[in-house]
């Protein structure tokens, strides 16, 4: 697979529970600054992975390399077992990759359904190739009840939206082509429980269907438990703890978190020394 394959081509059907992403020995500075240190990592066909760790850690900086904004400066990416190399965020998409920031990058004057075609806009034919408005509101409507968002209307504008429903709009555009691998930054954070939980359902739902793979992350442990198969501890750079979630609790994560920092600094008190 080439960083120059086209978004919607038909792929092959990868084997539920295969190896549909993996990350060998990435590291990546910026000048004197190392936030990455050979990181590993695996992500399984329709596996949803929590990525933690404390700020620093280099958990932004992993999901900016697997997105095209940055490139590694040594290491591996592999895509269904085949080495890739992203020159750009579009060549990352064009692979199948997609990521949904904080931020969300929604048009807030925009209706929902025109945010859904936003750079893919459908429309008609003629001199003038006017927006075929019609036509992109029955797809959109049709799409997300096919995936369970539910909106007021796709005519409403997504200003009018609750946190959770704007949320719950920006996954949709994401996962509305080809893609293959949903990568989310902190799609919980500042909601409430009952927004929480639209999140929770529609990541878990996108998932077991077995159309997309996903890394989340996020800094409340209790949100990825319920959230997450599996998940993977990054500090200072490296991943230190992979845990399936049913093999741990909560609070054996926080203690092995904790058990790990105290191995780092007793490290670099030893190389100090």
Same mark, same amino acid.
């Given at each position: 697979?080439?960083?120059?394959?086209?978004?919607?081509?038909?792929?092959?059907?990868?084997?539920?529970?295969?190896?549909?992403?993996?990350?060998?020995?990435?590291?990546?500075?910026?000048?004197?600054?190392?936030?990455?240190?050979?990181? &590993? =990592?695996?992500?399984?066909?329709?596996?949803?992975?929590?990525?933690?760790?404390?700020?620093?850690?280099?958990?932004?900086?992993?999901?900016?390399?697997?997105?095209?904004?940055?490139?590694?400066?040594?290491?591996?990416?592999?895509?269904?077992?085949?080495?890739?190399?992203?020159?750009?965020?579009?060549?990352?998409?064009?692979?199948?990759?997609?990521?949904?920031?904080?931020?969300?990058?929604?048009?807030?004057?925009?209706?929902?359904?025109?945010? =859904?075609? =936003?750079?893919?806009?459908?429309?008609?034919?003629?001199?003038?190739?006017?927006? &075929?408005?019609?036509?992109?509101?029955?797809?959109?409507?049709?799409?997300?009840?096919?995936?369970?968002?539910?909106?007021?209307?796709?005519?409403?504008?997504?200003?009018?939206?609750?946190?959770?429903?704007?949320?719950?709009?920006?996954?949709?555009?994401?996962?509305?082509?080809?893609?293959?691998?949903?990568?989310?930054?902190?799609?919980?954070?500042?909601?409430?429980?009952?927004?929480?939980?639209?999140?929770?359902?529609?990541?878990?739902? =996108?998932?077991?269907?077995?159309?997309?793979?996903?890394?989340?992350? &996020?800094?409340?442990?209790?949100?990825l438990f319920e959230l997450c198969d599996r998940i993977n501890?990054?500090?200072?750079?490296?991943?230190?703890?992979?845990?399936?979630?049913?093999?741990?609790?909560?609070?054996?994560?926080?203690?092995?978190?904790?058990?790990?920092?105290?191995?780092q600094l007793e490290e670099v008190e030893s190389a100090g020394?």
């Amino acid at each position: 697979m080439s960083a120059d394959a086209h978004p919607g081509e038909p792929t092959p059907p990868v084997a539920p529970g295969a190896t549909v992403l993996e990350v060998r020995g990435v590291s990546k500075s910026f000048g004197a600054l190392v936030v990455l240190r050979g990181i &590993d =990592l695996a992500l399984r066909q329709g596996e949803v992975l929590g990525l933690v760790g404390d700020n620093g850690a280099g958990k932004s900086t992993l999901v900016k390399i697997l997105s095209g904004f940055h490139p590694q400066d040594e290491g591996q990416i592999l895509l269904e077992g085949k080495r890739v190399s992203f020159s750009s965020v579009g060549a990352a998409r064009a692979n199948g990759i997609e990521t949904v920031y904080q931020d969300l990058a929604l048009i807030p004057q925009l209706p929902v359904y025109q945010n =859904l075609f =936003l750079g893919h806009e459908l429309t008609k034919f003629g001199p003038l190739r006017v927006l &075929d408005k019609r036509e992109m509101r029955k797809l959109a409507r049709q799409y997300l009840d096919d995936i369970n968002v539910a909106v007021p209307s796709v005519d409403a504008d997504s200003d009018q939206l609750s946190g959770g429903q704007r949320q719950a709009v920006a996954v949709a555009r994401a996962v509305r082509a080809a893609t293959k691998i949903l990568l989310l930054d902190e799609p919980l954070a500042a909601m409430g429980a009952r927004e929480s939980r639209l999140i929770i359902d529609l990541v878990k739902d =996108l998932a077991s269907s077995g159309r997309v793979s996903i890394i989340v992350i &996020d800094h409340n442990y209790a949100h990825l438990f319920e959230l997450c198969d599996r998940i993977n501890v990054m500090q200072g750079g490296r991943i230190t703890i992979d845990r399936q979630v049913h093999e741990t609790s909560l609070e054996e994560l926080t203690e092995l978190m904790v058990s790990s920092y105290r191995r780092q600094l007793e490290e670099v008190e030893s190389a100090g020394a």
